[in-house]
């Protein structure tokens, strides 16, 4: 079987940066993915990590340690409009994602 | 641009009704699936095809079945709707191969009363 766990929910405050966690327990690794989810839509890719260490892409980094069993998603000079789920996805050995939770990221001035 | 379509945004069905929702996606991606996503439970796995007329259970099939016919089309059919259905089912689709990222449709919101 497989298990992720993220934070349920975080807040921060408009301009800060804030560190979003995925833990993970799987049979196999074939990569770990990020996505963005505003209310009412549909997720959309941020990231996709399969080797140790940083991924940056803009305002948005991630990393990944495989021994860990650990991602984080890092979100730079935050913006009101990145109040969203972020979700975390790994794709074991059977290659099909597992998600998890996801994490509702509540951005104030 | 991928796009990935939901049949509708929302719908309202009875108890004991069969239900349709369909999917389409216009990059001739191999791999499409169906989840369903609660508050507090995240998205899960129904179904998912790897192709044409292929199809494999997800983490939760029970009460639903799948159709993939044409490789851009894949329906999700609820035999007898029942109200632990209601919920937001999101279908999205992808490349093969473990790199490659899914493509989400809008989703549809099912009531079953």
């Known amino acids: 079987g497989q298990n992720i766990d993220q934070p349920t929910e975080m807040t921060a405050t408009e301009g800060a940066i804030v560190q979003i966690n995925c833990t993970y327990q799987?049979?196999?690794?074939?990569?770990l993915f990020w996505y963005q989810q505003h209310a009412g839509e549909a997720p959309t890719f941020l990231s996709y990590n399969v080797l140790d260490g940083l991924e940056e892409k803009g305002r948005f980094s991630s990393f990944l340690s495989r021994s860990k069993g650990y991602s984080y998603l890092l979100l730079k000079e935050l913006q009101m409009k990145d109040s969203a789920s972020y979700l975390c996805a790994v794709k074991g050995g059977s290659y099909i994602p597992t998600f998890g939770r996801g994490t509702s990221l509540i951005v104030h001035p | 641009d991928v796009k990935v379509t939901q049949s509708s945004r929302y719908l309202v069905k009875r108890t004991g009704e069969k239900v349709f929702l369909e999917c389409v996606q216009d990059?001739?991606?191999?791999?499409m699936f169906w989840y369903r996503q609660d508050p507090g439970l995240g998205l899960r796995l129904i179904y998912f095809?790897?192709?044409?007329?292929?199809?494999e259970k997800g983490d939760i099939p029970e009460g639903y079945s799948v159709s993939r016919e044409k490789k851009e089309r894949f329906s999700l059919i609820l035999e007898s709707a029942s109200t632990n259905q209601t919920s937001m089912y999101l279908c999205a689709s992808s490349l093969s191969g473990v790199s490659y990222e899914q493509y989400f449709g809008p989703g549809t919101r099912l009531t079953v009363t």
């Open positions: 799987t049979s196999g690794f074939n990569g």
């Open positions: 990059m001739d991606h191999e791999n």
């Open positions: 095809s790897y192709d044409v007329k292929m199809k």
